[in-house]
Nanobody, 125 residues
C-alpha cells in the first residue's frame, strides 16, 4: 500500500512562509506526478500545484502562481511545497497525492488514487 505523509503545516502570520513536505513510502510507482491540493472549511478540495516526474514540469493554480514553488527529491520520495507571501485565504488543510499514470504535471483529478491525511495551514491576518 502506498502511504503518503504530509508535514510542515502550522499557524503563521500573513506575509510569512511555510514549507510543506510530502513523503511517500511503500510500493510507489516507478514514475509518478505529485500534486498538492487544499480544502478550506465548507469548500471543495482545490488544486494548488503539481510536479511531473521530471522536476521541470510544474503547474500552479492561478491563486498561488508566483507565490508558491514545488520541488521534488525522487531519491527521498519527497515533494516540497514552498509557500511564500501567505494570505489568510490560503488557510486550509493541504493534501498531497500521487498520480502513477501521469508523468507530466497537468494530471486530471481521477489519476490521483493515493492521498495523504493532510496538514493544516492557518494564516492569520
Amino acid at each position: 500500500q502506498v502511504h503518503l505523509v504530509e508535514s510542515g503545516g502550522g499557524l503563521v502570520q500573513a506575509g510569512k512562509s511555510l514549507r510543506l513536505s510530502c513523503v511517500a513510502s511503500g510500493p510507489t510507482p516507478s514514475q509518478y506526478a505529485v500534486g498538492w491540493f487544499r480544502q478550506a472549511p465548507g469548500k471543495e478540495r482545490d488544486f494548488v500545484a503539481a510536479i511531473g516526474w521530471r522536476a521541470g514540469a510544474t503547474y500552479f493554480a492561478d491563486s498561488v502562481e508566483g507565490r508558491f514553488a514545488i520541488s521534488r527529491d525522487n531519491a527521498k520520495k519527497t515533494v516540497y511545497l514552498e509557500m511564500n507571501s501567505l494570505k489568510p485565504e490560503d488557510t486550509a488543510v493541504y493534501y498531497c497525492a500521487i498520480a502513477p499514470g501521469c508523468s507530466g504535471s497537468q494530471c486530471p483529478l481521477y489519476e490521483y488514487p493515493y492521498w495523504g491525511q493532510g496538514t493544516q495551514v492557518t494564516v492569520s491576518s
